[in-house]
């Protein structure tokens, strides 16, 4: 009996990640860099990009971890007055929100599962989600430029 039960195991286990490993794959195949340049020198984030309103809703909701090095970044089509909020969001993020020119209108920090509304000010094209504090430590200002082809601005 104790064979039948770890055999019947393995193959839920099996199919399970089965299932899991094409959402994993396709999610590390969507990543596309963001670079941003710094007085410092150009600092580039591996990104997934929400293009659509159903993917702009969940953004990074109930995500444990954000490598250091990826983020997430927000197109929204067309210029537009944008707030952001963290509900149901664990982690604290660094806000970017992005002119259509690429250049970094404002940055904010976003508080873990915050209701508080995050408005970007003006008329942005994009947000760039990254961790909190990232901005701060590698010297990312407003009015630095992201290089990404939403806003034309990629080499």
């Known amino acids: 009996m104790t064979a039948r039960l770890l055999r019947?195991?393995?193959f839920i286990l099996f199919v399970i990640l089965g299932a899991a490993l094409p959402a994993v794959i396709h999610a590390a195949s969507t990543l596309?860099?963001?670079?941003?340049?710094?007085?410092?020198?150009?600092v580039t984030f591996d990104v997934e990009v929400m293009r659509t309103e159903e993917e702009r809703q969940r953004g990074l909701m109930a995500r444990a971890y954000l490598p250091e090095t990826r983020g997430m970044l927000f197109d929204f089509g067309?210029?537009?007055d944008v707030r952001m909020w963290m509900k149901d969001t664990p982690l604290p993020l660094d806000m970017l929100f992005i002119r259509a020119d690429g250049t970094i209108?404002?940055?904010?920090?976003g508080e873990p599962f915050s209701t508080r509304t995050l408005p970007s000010g003006e008329p942005v094209l994009g947000v760039l989600e990254i961790n909190g504090g990232i901005s701060a430590r590698l010297g990312i200002k407003e009015?630095?430029?992201?290089?990404?082809?939403?806003f034309g601005t990629e080499k």
């Open 32 to 42: 596309e860099p963001v670079t941003i340049e710094t007085a410092s020198g150009d």
């Open 8 to 10: 019947f195991s393995s």
């Open 105 to 109: 209108a404002r940055i904010t920090r």
């Open 78 to 80: 067309q210029p537009q």
């Open 143 to 150: 009015g630095g430029l992201v290089r990404h082809k939403l």
